[in-house]
């Protein structure tokens, strides 16, 4: 029987259903909002409750980890794992490290990665975890013993044709390295159970870049579209992270010049451009130092603005790629009177529901994070890959691998989010990545 669930029915059911878990009603009501048309004229899928159980995680690991700090104090924090949907493959998808982390964070995150990891064209299923954990002042020593007591819960619900975690905030090759450790050493397997490891334990060639770079050749191909190119572009970045670093490198390279960069507390705008002198300090004292970005300003004497976002800069390409929410409705209005013809997410969800409609009245290029940044995801598949089959391709190889799946995710999105000459990339995304996994669902049963 036909569900009779109104699209605003739905959504006011999980909003009662979990009150506090705001991020995740966002992200459900983004993607339920632009593939609604979609399922209403393919009436199998809310027959078969497909809508009903893409809502609810398959499974959800709440569990305390316990640790001991610098000082001998026991320290206790809560970790998760959200496996939210295993039918096109298993369960993949990063950990995050934050004090902010909440089971609705993780929700979000979980939901919106199981339609990216569809348009990847690999076999991958999404989860994410992670714990309120804060690395940010902590000693190596204070983060592996947390890394460890974390995975002596979550080991038992890992294995590479189960479930496969990588990075997020907070969690990069350090962290990667010491969860993977302590799994080896529980299970007594080297298996690829992890992905963003080590080049010498297993890991791909351009995993740390993937995201940055990725989300750069997703703009390449939208401005194409267009007939642009990122050559020449005034470039406005947030974060310092992995993304942004990696976006940088790659935009850079590419011949475009960027001209912020940000953490928590502020932003630097360097009018005169990062260059890769510039950006390798950035590294260095993100990765290395744990310092903060204010430095940069000090360092090549820029201007650094406290406690202020980027998105008043004039630029012609708009990357945020820090967190959820960083970008408002207001600052989109500023970024298009500054004459903005690109945003693309390199976080996940970074720009309000609001910010988006903004953008796509105006008809700029929107990439919306599950196409944009799947970059990482897709070379973490490749990661697997390689585990595999036992061998390591060439940075050329995973290079250029990269590029293609990021074409056929473009492409994707353009079949699917065509309307009148315009491309919708949030519905040709949503709807692409939806089709997929409901299909495989429909196949499968009612499980
Ligand atoms: P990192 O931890 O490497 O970097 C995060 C950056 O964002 C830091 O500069 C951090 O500043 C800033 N940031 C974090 N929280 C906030 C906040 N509340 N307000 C302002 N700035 C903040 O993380 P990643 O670069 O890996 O991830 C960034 C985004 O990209 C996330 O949304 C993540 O989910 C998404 N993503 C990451 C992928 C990956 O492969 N790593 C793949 C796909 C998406 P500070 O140092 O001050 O905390």
Redesign the pocket.
């Known amino acids: 029987m036909k569900s009779s669930k109104s699209l605003s029915d739905t959504l006011e059911g999980l909003r009662k259903r979990y009150p506090s878990e705001t991020e995740f009603h966002q992200a459900v009501a983004a993607v339920l909002t632009s593939i609604w048309p979609f399922v209403e004229r393919h009436p199998k899928y809310r027959e078969a409750g497909i809508i009903e159980r893409l809502l609810e995680p398959e499974r959800a690991i709440l569990f305390r980890v316990a640790w001991k700090d610098r000082h001998g104090a026991v320290q206790v924090n809560r970790g998760y794992r959200v496996q939210m949907n295993s039918a096109i493959g298993p369960y993949k998808g990063?950990l995050r490290f934050?004090p902010t982390v909440t089971l609705g964070t993780l929700k979000f995150?979980a939901f919106e990665q199981v339609l990216k990891n569809a348009l990847t064209t690999l076999p991958l299923g999404g989860a994410k975890g992670g714990a309120d954990f804060d690395p940010k002042g902590k000693t190596d020593d204070e983060v592996m013993a947390f890394c460890q007591a974390f995975m002596n819960e979550l080991y038992r619900h890992l294995g590479h044709d189960i479930d496969v975690p990588g990075?997020?905030?907070?969690v990069?090759t350090r962290e990667i390295g010491y969860l993977f450790g302590q799994y080896k050493r529980l299970t007594m397997q080297f298996g690829g159970s992890f992905t963003g490891k080590g080049l010498y334990w297993g890991g791909s060639r351009i995993r740390e870049e993937?995201?940055g770079y990725g989300l750069i050749y997703f703009v390449e191909e939208m401005l194409r579209t267009r007939g642009h190119s990122i050559s020449g572009k005034i470039v406005a970045i947030s974060?310092?992270?992995?993304?942004?670093q990696h976006a940088a490198e790659r935009a850079i390279s590419a011949g475009a010049k960027v001209i912020t960069l940000?953490?928590?507390?502020g932003f630097i705008h360097d009018p005169d451009g990062v260059d890769e002198e510039k950006l390798a300090f950035v590294k260095e004292l993100k990765n290395v130092r744990r310092g903060r970005i204010r430095e940069y300003a000090r360092k090549f004497k820029c201007a650094y603005h406290p406690g202020k976002r980027p998105w008043g800069v004039k630029c012609n390409v708009a990357l945020p790629?820090?967190?959820?929410n960083?970008l408002d409705v207001r600052d989109a209005m500023e970024l298009l009177r500054n004459g903005v013809m690109c945003v693309a997410e390199?976080?996940?969800m970074?720009c309000t529901r609001e910010a988006v409609a903004a953008f796509t009245r105006k008809k700029i290029l929107f990439g919306p994070?599950k196409a944009a940044?799947a970059g990482?995801?897709s070379v973490s598949g490749l990661e697997m890959t390689q585990n595999s089959m036992r061998f390591q391709w060439t940075r050329d190889e995973v290079d250029r691998r990269l590029r293609e799946i990021i074409r056929a995710i473009h492409s994707q999105c353009v079949r699917f989010g065509e309307q009148k000459g315009f491309t919708d990339y949030v519905v040709g995304a949503n709807v692409a990545g939806f089709r997929k996994v409901a299909e495989a669902m429909l196949e499968q049963g009612v499980v």
């Open positions: 990063g934050h995150l990075g997020d905030i907070g990069g993937a995201t974060g310092s992270g992995n993304v942004a940000s953490d928590s507390d790629c820090a967190t959820q960083e390199g976080a996940n970074p994070g940044n990482g995801v």
